[in-house]
């Protein structure tokens, strides 16, 4: 019991003290973003799900191994699971334990929601990706993602309005001096 106190008495630097704003206790509690998703994918809606993790995993996650690019979402048996999303084990993980750093994940949902996204899915072009991975009450959340595939135009776009958004900063921070 009072390992649970201890672990739950964690706070986040940046959300203990008084003078951050909240975007940046948001960010704190951050353990990865899925950049990639954002770019290849049209998120329609966002969900947020919990995860089945081994402790090793848990561990690994506070020192920030893990690498959500590569993941995907699936609904087998009417429950979700999440693959591709490689978690390294620390070397100090104990020696009993064999790590899988690409082990296939269970998402937690309600049955509601998770009924409602497979329909979602049997539609033409839907999928669901991981978007990002975070803290939420001292439990990990995965952010997954209802998403459609952006066309190579879309990218090209995408790739335009980021240029033109880096030029505008560069021209007020020159004008700035």
Known sequence: MATKEASSSKKPAAASSGKTSAKAAAAAVRIADNKKAIFNYHIEERFEAGMVLE????????EGKVQLTDGYVVVRGGELFIIGCQINPLGTASTHVRPDSVRTKKLLMHKDEIRRLMGKIEQKGFTLVPLNLHWKAGKVKCEIGLAK???????????KDREGK???????KSRNR
């Open 166 to 172: 880096r030029e505008v900063e560069r021209a007020m």
């Open 55 to 62: 402790g090793w995993e848990v561990k690994s996650l506070r």
């Open 149 to 159: 595939g952006k066309a190579e135009h879309d990218k090209r776009d995408t790739i």
